[in-house]
């Protein structure tokens, strides 16, 4: 048994099994968390994916008999928390849901089905007993119906998907685990879940910080529960909204014939001599969800890519396309890539990069088939640019 | 000009604003948006916007 604070339980489901979270990396597998209440009217906070409802149910029933929740509060319609509410309520058919008006539209639409619906507001107020529960929708962080609930009586904030991390383990806190860890998956699920949606996040975390939060619990991962912890979480959310980034480079390239990463590395090499921070990721070996978790990261991004049939390679397209819709902010960009008879598809990876948010420094450098050792020294004037633009 | 809300995600466009990380100069009425712009926070078009009064 998993007990939060007094009455207060965690009764989630472990997914050890999980690598990908609808195509985002997940190598340390995830947890969709909920949280049961007990008060005169047992409240349960958020579901779990589909298939961890047996797990969910089995560890209420080992706190009270499921037919006693009155309340399922349902911060957030995607499958991965609302997914199990169907199962639940045959345990416990007259509860009601608690949601947002687009909760309501959303569940309906994934359900089909005529729950007793509870709608809320942001600043509407649940009593269920001795406890009170306290709405806040945060649309867009991530989907229109997201929403908070907060226990002043105890201090918790159910974050549900900020402030998450996908992660596997039989600890439920941060500082069982490790912060470093705890931080490195969260900035991975701000990178790929959170990241278009800075100004929404701003406006969350403006509210929040007139509430006494002793405990964050997110919809996935690990709990937040001591100060400094929740103070370097929400730090980060803050600068992660803001768009703010590291003095990094990052180089992301694909290669057919070796002739780009040639470039790549003359690249990486140039500029790890002038001692600034940099990073190589081919596109063969790393991740989508991990590269765009470096570009939150990194202020300057290069990427280089060969051409196929005059378009650029088919991974190089899909990061492309990742990016613009993660749209990262205030940062610069940089192409380069190898071609053999037309430069035609660079412009599409170049305005590609603009629509991504990319500011790009100076116009692509592309070479003709194998770069010889002049042509990579025009590379040279790149990295004073970079300099330059980093300040460094 | 009149202010309109996203019933979607309630993102406000102000026309004193614009859009201006899609091509829309500020001074630019509600109306006067082109029929394909969408809401630049969730994506809804403008048949999903109402006045805010
Ligand atoms: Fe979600
Ligand atoms: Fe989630």
């Given at each position: 048994?998993?007990?939060i604070k007094e009455n207060i339980f965690w009764v989630g489901s472990i997914d050890w099994d999980l690598r990908n979270f609808h195509g985002y990396d997940t190598p340390s597998g995830s947890t969709y968390n909920s949280y049961l209440i007990l008060d005169e009217k047992p409240t349960l906070i958020d579901a779990v994916k589909s298939y961890g409802s047996q797990e969910m149910i089995?560890?209420?029933?080992?706190?009270?008999?499921?037919?006693?929740?009155?309340?399922?509060?349902?911060?957030?319609?995607?499958?991965?928390?609302?997914?199990?509410?169907?199962?639940?309520?045959?345990?416990?058919?007259?509860?009601?849901?608690?949601?947002?008006?687009?909760?309501?539209?959303?569940?309906?639409?994934?359900?089909?089905?005529?729950?007793?619906?509870?709608?809320?507001?942001?600043?509407?107020?649940?009593?269920?007993?001795?406890?009170?529960?306290?709405?806040?929708?945060?649309?867009?962080?991530?989907?229109?119906?997201?929403?908070?609930?907060?226990?002043?009586?105890?201090?918790?904030?159910?974050?549900?998907?900020?402030?998450?991390?996908?992660?596997?383990?039989?600890?439920?806190?941060?500082?069982?685990?490790?912060?470093?860890?705890?931080?490195?998956?969260?900035?991975?699920?701000?990178?790929?879940?959170?990241?278009?949606?800075?100004?929404?996040?701003?406006?969350?975390?403006?509210?929040?910080?007139?509430?006494?939060?002793?405990?964050?619990?997110?919809?996935?991962?690990?709990?937040?529960?001591?100060?400094?912890?929740?103070?370097?979480?929400?730090?980060?959310?803050?600068?992660?909204?803001?768009?703010?980034?590291?003095?990094?480079?990052?180089?992301?390239?694909?290669?057919?014939?070796?002739?780009?990463?040639?470039?790549?590395?003359?690249?990486?090499?140039?500029?790890?001599?002038?001692?600034?921070?940099?990073?190589?990721?081919?596109?063969?070996?790393?991740?989508i969800s991990d590269v765009v978790t470096d570009i939150m990261l990194s202020q300057m991004i290069l990427l280089g890519t060969p051409m196929l049939n005059n378009h650029m390679l088919p991974s190089m397209a899909s990061l492309m396309m990742y990016m613009k819709g993660l749209k990262p902010k205030n940062r610069y960009g940089f192409t380069f890539g190898s071609y053999g008879w037309?430069?035609?598809?660079?412009?599409?990876?170049?305005?590609?990069?603009?629509?991504?948010?990319?500011?790009?420094?100076?116009?692509?450098?592309?070479?003709?088939?194998?770069?010889?050792?002049?042509?990579?020294?025009?590379?040279?004037?790149?990295?004073?640019?970079?300099?330059?633009?980093?300040?460094? | 000009?009149?202010?309109?809300?996203?019933?979607?995600?309630?993102?406000?466009?102000?026309?004193?604003?614009?859009?201006?990380?899609?091509?829309?100069?500020?001074?630019?009425?509600?109306?006067?948006?082109?029929?394909?712009?969408?809401?630049?926070?969730?994506?809804?078009?403008?048949?999903?916007?109402?006045?805010?009064?």
């Amino acid at each position: 048994m998993h007990k939060i604070k007094e009455n207060i339980f965690w009764v989630g489901s472990i997914d050890w099994d999980l690598r990908n979270f609808h195509g985002y990396d997940t190598p340390s597998g995830s947890t969709y968390n909920s949280y049961l209440i007990l008060d005169e009217k047992p409240t349960l906070i958020d579901a779990v994916k589909s298939y961890g409802s047996q797990e969910m149910i089995t560890r209420i029933k080992e706190i009270i008999d499921p037919a006693k929740i009155q309340y399922i509060v349902s911060n957030h319609t995607e499958m991965d928390h609302s997914g199990a509410i169907d199962e639940l309520l045959k345990y416990c058919p007259n509860a009601q849901i608690v949601c947002s008006p687009k909760g309501e539209e959303g569940l309906k639409r994934h359900f089909k089905k005529n729950w007793k619906f509870k709608v809320v507001q942001t600043g509407d107020v649940l009593d269920i007993g001795k406890r009170k529960l306290k709405f806040f929708l945060m649309p867009m962080v991530h989907w229109p119906d997201s929403m908070a609930t907060y226990l002043e009586s105890d201090a918790i904030l159910f974050s549900n998907d900020a402030f998450g991390q996908h992660y596997a383990s039989s600890e439920r806190y941060v500082d069982e685990v490790g912060l470093d860890i705890a931080i490195a998956e969260a900035t991975k699920y701000y990178a790929n879940i959170v990241l278009p949606f800075g100004a929404q996040v701003l406006k969350v975390l403006d509210v929040i910080k007139d509430l006494k939060i002793e405990t964050i619990c997110p919809s996935h991962g690990l709990i937040w529960r001591k100060p400094d912890d929740i103070k370097k979480i929400v730090a980060s959310y803050q600068k992660w909204a803001l768009y703010q980034s590291d003095k990094k480079v990052l180089i992301v390239y694909d290669t057919m014939w070796h002739s780009t990463e040639m470039m790549a590395k003359y690249l990486f090499t140039a500029l790890d001599k002038e001692g600034i921070s940099v990073k190589l990721m081919n596109l063969q070996t790393a991740h989508i969800s991990d590269v765009v978790t470096d570009i939150m990261l990194s202020q300057m991004i290069l990427l280089g890519t060969p051409m196929l049939n005059n378009h650029m390679l088919p991974s190089m397209a899909s990061l492309m396309m990742y990016m613009k819709g993660l749209k990262p902010k205030n940062r610069y960009g940089f192409t380069f890539g190898s071609y053999g008879w037309s430069t035609v598809g660079f412009k599409e990876l170049e305005s590609s990069c603009q629509e991504a948010g990319l500011e790009l420094i100076s116009d692509g450098n592309y070479i003709k088939f194998i770069p010889d050792a002049e042509e990579l020294k025009s590379l040279d004037k790149t990295v004073s640019l970079i300099k330059n633009k980093l300040n460094v | 000009m009149k202010k309109y809300r996203c019933t979607v995600c309630g993102y406000i466009y102000d026309p004193a604003v614009g859009d201006v990380d899609n091509g829309i100069p500020a001074g630019t009425s509600f109306d006067a948006l082109p029929d394909n712009w969408v809401c630049p926070d969730c994506g809804v078009g403008k048949n999903d916007f109402e006045p805010v009064d």
